[in-house]
């Protein structure tokens, strides 16, 4: 019972725990079909299984709301909520053979990919915007001359500089797991990338990374902005909301080419 999808990756730790420990247990998800094949309980639960349902009050929700300074991510708040110990588990996903083969033609047919997410998710709030980085276009031109550029997002960018994806949630892991490097603001395509152990560099503004990301392998990001001293302010009021603004699509080219190693 958790609002996005970013979430439902960050609770992958709590299901596999459950999984592996509680055999009469069933699982109720949001996104069910980011595990498809990968857990009965949550495919085909046991009959009469109890069914494990974190309620309507996030947990995550209500720690971030009340605490300060952040000390704890979500998938550690997951895990405690369900009663389970917090070794710094890392989320993850797999795909099936035939997508996995799939991922693999990607691949060999266009070479170097990019994702690129800069837009985050929007729940009609004061806070829609904090997150999203507001020169797409411009980022996607230079690092087309890297290789493909590949949107993510349910609003084209129609840019001549990227593919925008189109597919369902399955088909986008699938396109995911084909990428050299996921470029992505705080939002559901940073866990999703994260989660299939591709390189990432992550672009936060109000929040930060070492809650939100650290726990995935092969993740990048800015250390905190120069030009704001309140960062990462986790939507502490701000006129200019401009945190995101002083990273130049330049900045990102450069650093994305670290990660892939190309001088």
């Excluded at 996005?4 to 069933?26: Q, S």
């Excluded at 917090?86 to 060999?108: G, I, N, R």
């Excluded at 994702?115 to 230079?142: C, V």
Aim: glycine fraction near 6%.
């Amino acid at each position: 019972m958790v609002p996005g999808i970013g979430d439902a990756v960050m609770l992958e730790p709590t299901i596999r725990a459950v999984a592996n420990t509680c055999h009469h247990y069933a699982v109720q998800t949001k996104y069910p079909q980011l595990f498809e094949g990968m857990y009965p309980l949550v495919d085909q639960p046991p009959e009469g299984a109890d069914v494990i349902d974190l309620g309507e009050d996030c947990p995550a929700a209500r720690y971030e709301s009340a605490a300060w300074p952040i000390e704890k991510s979500r998938t550690q708040l997951f895990l405690e909520e369900a009663g389970f110990f917090y070794a710094h588990q890392s989320p993850s996903l797999d795909l099936s053979p035939q997508e996995k083969e799939v991922s693999a033609e990607y691949q060999q047919t266009l070479g170097c990919q990019i994702g690129l997410a800069t837009i985050s998710a929007k729940y009609n709030n004061h806070l829609d915007g904090w997150r999203d980085y507001p020169y797409p276009d411009k980022l996607a031109q230079l690092l087309s001359r890297i290789g493909t550029v590949v949107w993510f997002d349910l609003q084209p960018l129609n840019s001549k500089w990227a593919e925008d994806f189109r597919g369902g949630l399955r088909q986008m892991m699938v396109r995911i797991s084909s990428l050299s490097v996921m470029v992505a603001v705080g939002t559901a395509l940073v866990h999703l990338a994260g989660a299939l152990s591709i390189p990432q560099f992550c672009l936060f503004g109000p929040t930060d990374p070492q809650y939100r990301v650290a726990q995935y392998p092969n993740v990048n990001w800015l250390p905190k902005y120069e030009k704001c001293g309140r960062a990462h302010c986790w939507y502490q009021p701000c006129e200019g909301r401009f945190c995101l603004q002083t990273i130049s699509p330049k900045q990102i080219y450069e650093r994305v080419k670290m990660v892939l190693n190309i001088w």
